[in-house]
């Protein structure tokens, strides 16, 4: 068993090994210089990778499109902040600045997507996804499947590439240390969360002073306060926006769900089971605290917290192989009325700009990057399995079957089951909701502004209410 030091010093090793590789290897360049792409065949944004790998990985697959098809590439690796700045700047402007013609982020599905494409300004790719529609599944079809206002129709905005579902995480080894397993965590609600608490509590008695027990992101910043209160909402069975498209957050009975949500939620905070720093943690703020040892246990909606420590086993890398095992992925809980938690997926994707030079280039790219043998080369080369495959195909690959691998395999369980359709995919009202940062902020309306949770869930609420007139009003 580890001792408080021990775990210390591999905790602050994994660290340096698993994340110094996160600093972006490209630097940004400034992309009002017209030169490059008036050489060049096709535009293409990407977002900078959380791990090296990833970088590498679309690099090489640019370049073999290039060779494959004779064009040539302009491939930016920009930093996702100044990739939505820009992108939203190139299309307000375009007669000022460079557009580009294919685009990847992560955030593309819950955030600029269904906003875009309501605003016709995304080219419509049914005709390549007709041509590989049998590769996917119909779910994951639906989740690109975006309503264009100006046409009144929806069509297929956007060319699914991969799947992040949503994990939860715990350190495996501090469990033992308090003599609990992962098959000592309840699956009853309110069972659960004390689980964490009284391990905390254990943790502290056993020597383990600075650890907390709950890893849930509270800040506005961080896209993980969504994501997590998203889930207190599902559990609850609050509804934001019903089936057909409709905000039914303000009924009287989504309303008071949404109160209690906030006070649970809030409520780990302020009794101190979350660091105190979680109100200032920004997209990969838990992961590196889940990873030097700062919490027990957390919520992350891709698997880029374990990948970080799996690295070649060799006698420089043998803390990280152990840590890759010592972390553990947790069933998740039942609702709070016992009934079956549907996780939620988020479908990563790649866009096609209507305002870039070069649509039948951007075509034939999208066309050659799904390719089964091509897209799989991706998934495992280049995003190391942060992201599972969106065509059931792809799952034969043994690198996906690896029975020895404890997260991929327990991904894989995750993924086949059903899943909720994005509220942004209903309406793209709810993907400004989360670019405005409306649920951290309500979060934060508690913990700083001193708002009770009923004062914090009416703000939203007509916050709310006032963006989705906006759209509504939007010829």
Known sequence: MLTRRDFTRLSLF?????????????????????????????????????????????????RRWEEASGLRANLKLMQINILEQELLKAIAEPEKHQVPDVVFAISLDANLAPRLAWANQLTDVSDVLEKNKA??????????????????ERHYYAIPIGNAGEYI??????????????QDIPQEWDAFWQFWQQSQQQLHAQGYPKIYGVGLCMSASGVDTFTSLRWFLDAHNATVVSNDGELVLPQPDNRQKFIDVLQEYTGFYQQGFVPPDATDWTASGNNFRFLDGGILMTHNPTLSIPLTQRLERNQYNQDAFDRYRQIAMVNWPQKRDGTPMQPRKGIK??????????????????????QPTHLNQLLKEGFKGRFLPVMPQLLSDPYWRNAED?????????QTQPSPLPYEVLHPAYSQ????????????????????PEQAVDWAIARIQDIWMEWEARA
């Open 169 to 182: 995480h715990c350190w495996s080894n501090l469990l033992e240390s308090i003599n609990q397993t992962t």
């Open 14 to 62: 994994g660290l340096g090994m698993g994340l110094s590789n996160c600093t972006p290897q490209s630097q940004f360049t400034s992309l009002d210089t017209p030169a490059p792409i008036d050489q060049t065949d096709l535009m293409i944004w990407w977002e900078q990778g959380f791990l090296p790998e990833e970088n590498a990985g679309v690099s090489q697959l640019v």
């Open 406 to 414: 404890p997260h991929l395999s327990a991904a894989l369980k995750i």
């Open 135 to 152: 590769s996917y599944t119909p779910d994951t079809l639906l989740q690109v499947t975006y309503r264009n206002k100006t046409l009144n």
């Open 433 to 452: 909701i989360l670019g405005q940062k409306v649920w951290g902020k309500t979060v934060l309306k508690v913990l700083q502004d001193n708002a009770s």
């Open 349 to 370: 994707q790649v866009i096609v700009l209507t305002a870039g030079k070069h649509p039948e280039a951007a075509k034939d790219f999208v066309n050659y990057l799904i």
